[in-house]
């Protein structure tokens, strides 16, 4: 064990040099953990620049033109093949950056007519219910031949 320094940077450095030396000695490989990367977003400009640098290169018929691009640029041929797909599509327009994920189904406006028809459906099947019962009551009371008593709305 080593003896301690007055440092603490230094007593930390030496255990882990200390550490690494013994499973170095077994002939365990360190693991490094990489830090987390943030997805690349292209703007509709960088697209369109890099799909005509592709066309350049194609035109130019030196062998491995396009893959130097590609691999010079960090891009996959299916990236560049989707971003001609959009630009054919849809034009320069077709290119701009979207939030990634799902589009949602429905606009607030639509969303809160959903929500007043549902509502408005709901009161539609009490108020039903309400009125079979209000029937339902006459017939009782003209079974039982009984009166029915008289009410403000009626007069």
Same mark, same amino acid.
């Given at each position: 064990m080593p003896k301690?320094? %007055? *440092?603490?940077?230094?007593?930390?450095? @030496?255990?882990? %040099?200390?550490? *690494?030396?013994?499973?170095? @000695? /077994?002939g365990a490989q360190l693991e490094s953990v990489p830090g987390r990367r943030r997805?690349?977003?292209?703007? $509709?400009?960088? %697209?369109?620049?890099?799909? /005509?640098?592709?066309?350049?290169?194609? $035109? @130019?018929?030196?062998?491995?033109?396009?893959?130097?691009?590609?691999? %010079?640029?960090?891009?996959?041929? @299916?990236q560049l093949s989707s971003w001609r797909a959009q630009l054919q599509a849809q034009g320069a327009a077709g290119l701009a950056v979207r939030k990634p994920g799902r589009k949602p189904q429905l606009t607030e406006p639509e969303r809160q007519l959903a929500a007043a028809t549902k509502r408005s459906e709901m009161l539609e099947r009490k108020l039903h219910i309400a009125n079979a019962l209000i029937a339902l009551q006459k017939k009782a009371y003209a079974l039982l031949d009984l009166t029915l008593p008289?009410? *403000?709305e009626e007069a």
């Open positions: 301690p320094f %007055k *440092d603490l940077d230094t007593v930390v450095t @030496s255990e882990a %040099k200390a550490s *690494d030396r013994t499973s170095a @000695s /077994r997805r690349r977003v292209f703007t $509709a400009a960088d %697209k369109l620049r890099i799909l /005509r640098e592709a066309d350049a290169a194609l $035109a @130019s018929g030196e062998r491995g033109a396009l893959e130097a691009l590609l691999r %010079k640029r960090g891009i996959y041929s @299916s008289e009410s *403000d």
